[in-house]
């Protein structure tokens, strides 16, 4: 366990930044937002940033639901190399988070680690959501959690783990019956329904479309652009196919590609696969159940003139070797 006496000791003083992963999801927005309030219990003022954008709809009336303020590194002019930044839902490093002026001293993150790095203050856990850790801070440090807090954590808890079916742990549901009893469920409702989009329609329409299945593998190209959170989405609903155990989604993405896997085979580490899969290529990573990455604009002639058969190719190739 992590006494976050350590984290209060080293942040004061000091201007405090906590930074979520680029296009943040509302794990990392309430992650933060928890974050925050705990911190300012302690007389610590942060300011929640971000690169990249907010980008559905959804997100962005979670924010106005809760309260939220959360600011993209634009409007953040002035920060120096004195801040300090706490990684939230995320780690630096990663392809998914900016590197911005401020020192990285402290992490708080669910992901496992790609890249190490050396922070003064480190609490990396495996567990379904980022909010159920930033709970925890709150519970074992006896400080009280209000109510609309608590509703934003346990959005975050629900978002990330698909309402509970994945990648759940034990510690995750001993945190929600702690959120549940806390929360309000009506705001919880509001913020919960309303959360497709017009636009996400046209994707799904697509996936349907252009959906091919091998085995219990399914591949569905989308051939404009998605933001990440609506690839991610797609690819969950390829999974809820009955035969399908293992998806591999992607969409154009600033002139390059954006993917997004999933796994229900416990022998297929869906990070795994994907970060060999794209490694010739671009990047990627993940959890054992979920896991993105890109093809940069730059290397789309490296996949030559059958773009989708050799992409097709890369991940059937590595799901056999796997699964050998
Ligand atoms: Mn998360």
Redesign the pocket.
């Known amino acids: 366990m992590k006494d976050s006496n350590q984290l209060i000791e080293l942040l004061k003083g000091h201007k405090v930044y906590l930074q979520t992963?680029n296009f943040p999801?509302p794990?990392?927005l309430a992650?933060a937002f928890g974050l925050q309030n705990f911190l300012k219990y302690y007389g610590i003022n942060s300011l929640i940033c971000y690169d990249g954008k907010i980008e559905k709809v959804s997100t962005k009336k979670m924010l106005t639901a809760f309260g939220i303020e959360a600011f993209p590194k634009d409007e953040i002019t002035d920060m120096t190399s004195d801040d300090y930044i706490i990684t939230v839902?995320?780690q630096k490093h990663n392809a998914n988070f900016t590197d911005l002026p401020g020192d990285e001293v402290a992490c708080i993150?669910?992901?496992p680690t790609f890249i190490e790095c050396e922070y003064k203050y480190s609490d990396i856990r495996i567990t379904g959501?980022?909010?159920s850790i930033v709970t925890e801070y709150y519970i074992n440090a006896g400080v009280p959690l209000d109510t609309n807090t608590a509703t934003a954590l346990l959005y975050?808890l629900k978002m990330?783990t698909a309402s509970f079916e994945r990648g759940v742990t034990d510690f995750d549901i001993d945190i929600f019956k702690y959120l549940h009893n806390i929360c309000d469920k009506e705001l919880l409702k509001t913020v919960h329904n309303n959360s497709m989009e017009l636009d996400d329609l046209k994707a799904y329409g697509a996936a349907i479309e252009n959906i091919r299945v091998y085995d219990n593998f399914g591949f569905v190209y989308i051939p404009f652009d998605c933001n990440d959170a609506l690839v991610a989405m797609i690819s969950d609903f390829i999974l809820a196919l009955d035969v399908v155990e293992v998806s591999v989604v992607y969409a154009t993405r600033d002139g390059g590609l954006k993917f997004s896997v999933r796994s229900e085979q416990s022998s297929l580490h869906a990070g795994k696969l994907i970060s060999n899969a794209l490694s010739d290529y671009g990047n990627g990573g993940g959890h054992a159940s979920m896991s993105g990455g890109v093809i940069p604009a730059d290397n789309m002639d490296k996949l030559g003139k059958y773009r989708d058969l050799t992409i097709q190719n890369l991940f059937l190739k590595n799901i056999e070797n796997a699964t050998k």
């Open positions: 992963h999801d794990d990392a992650s839902d995320g993150d669910h992901h959501a980022c909010a975050g990330d």
